[in-house]
């Protein structure tokens, strides 16, 4: 059993942490508990980041405002930023530094071979594009990009959030795993079904690798049997993303009458608690923190037998898996879902039950600070 963080609150007394990640956001999201953890045993913490405009300030952490284009390939402009992370970490001059996302691992990675002093970990969360097409060009980058990582990491920490993942960068040294970036099972929490037509939630960017096609198709077809059905699109579009849902796809969409974009909320507590059941069947993952959110608040999961997500549902148990990729499973999985509540309510018992135990913040925290106690000096 790992031990609690708390088990050794002098080690990182003093230490400079420094996380490096593409959007505050999403460090917010994902990455703020490990932060106040590291925080909270004395480090002093900062993040490199995009700032978000109008983010209230974030306890204990200082934010150090890194403009760039997480989705440039220019290179002047890459150079640039490359030339600014290396200098930033001359100036901070960190104990560790954290590098969140293959884009931020990449260029932190490189930075940290300038600045010897410095340990370096890597968090590979989900791997996009490049690894969810099978393409000329995606093979290719895939590729080009394994062997520049091979290189790269074979000093540093490695912590991937599924076996899967583990394979791939097996040929990396210092390897970890640790199941994603928790949930708040505090905030999450079970809440009984709301009265009404039955609500379908899809949370996730509006990209095509997360299964969109298929959410959107099923919904049509869900129409005429269950003319009272509700299916939720909730996330924000990414324009730069190569795999973006157009604007106006998404207002096509909501013209079939039982689909509704909400775009990216911020009360998505309350959104899972006015749903039920909650369907993502994308291509590929990391760990989907919409998933974990979906289980520890209470409410079964449709979703797809592939990397990532077949880690947080076992059929039959919490959820139903359906293969990636495909829409006649899918539409055959809501229906069952739709049609029986006692299997709802069954499955998102379960779902809590798995989430307060495999994948709660306080121990996904605890894990990954153990791994980085204990990194090779």
């Known amino acids: 059993m790992s031990p609690s963080h708390e088990a050794m609150p002098s080690f990182f007394k003093g230490k400079k942490v420094l996380f490096f990640v593409t959007e505050e956001l999403y460090f917010r999201s994902h990455r703020l508990a490990l932060a106040q953890a590291l925080h909270h045993e004395g480090a002093v913490v900062s993040v490199a980041t995009v700032p978000a405009i109008g983010a209230p300030p974030m306890t204990g952490i200082r934010l150090l405002p890194f403009p760039w284009d ?93 076996p899967d993942d583990l394979r791939i960068f097996r040929f990396a040294p210092h390897l970890f795993l640790v199941k994603g970036s928790g949930v708040d099972c505090a905030h999450f929490t079970p809440q009984l079904e709301p009265e009404g037509p039955c609500t379908i939630i899809f949370p996730a960017r509006m990209l095509w690798h997360k299964g969109i096609q298929e959410f959107v198709t099923a919904a049509q077809y869900l129409k005429e049997p269950f003319p009272e059905a509700r299916f939720w699109l909730v996330g924000r579009s990414d324009p730069k993303n190569p795999a973006a849902v157009p604007l106006e796809t998404l207002r096509r969409w909501e013209q079939l009458g039982n689909v509704t974009w909400l775009g990216e909320r911020e009360d998505m507590a309350s959104l899972y608690a006015a749903a039920h059941i909650v369907c993502l069947p994308s291509y590929r993952e990391g760990a989907p923190k919409a998933l974990l959110e979906a289980a520890a608040s209470g409410r079964p999961i449709v979703t797809t037998d592939t990397v990532g997500c077949r880690e947080i ?65």
């Open 70 to 162: 997480r989705k440039s390939l220019n290179p002047w402009k890459e150079g640039k930023a490359l030339t600014r992370l290396i200098r930033l970490l001359r100036q901070e001059n960190p104990d560790y530094l954290i590098n969140v996302s293959l884009k931020p691992v990449l260029y932190g990675a490189v930075a940290a071979l300038f600045q010897k002093r410095v340990r370096c970990f890597n968090l590979i969360t989900g791997l996009g594009y490049i690894f969810t097409e099978n393409t000329i060009k995606a093979n290719g980058l895939r590729d080009i990009l394994l062997l520049v990582l091979r290189f790269l990491l074979k000093s540093t920490g490695v912590i991937v959030q599924n």
């Open 313 to 377: 549902v076992c059929h039959g148990d919490n959820g139903l898996l359906v293969p990636p990729r495909t829409v006649e499973p899918l539409i055959e999985a809501l229906s069952a879902l739709i049609r029986s509540p006692q299997e709802r309510l069954r499955m998102g018992r379960r779902g809590r039950e798995r989430a307060v135990q495999e994948f709660a913040q306080e121990k996904i925290c605890a894990e990954t600070l153990q791994i980085i106690r204990h990194f090779p000096a």
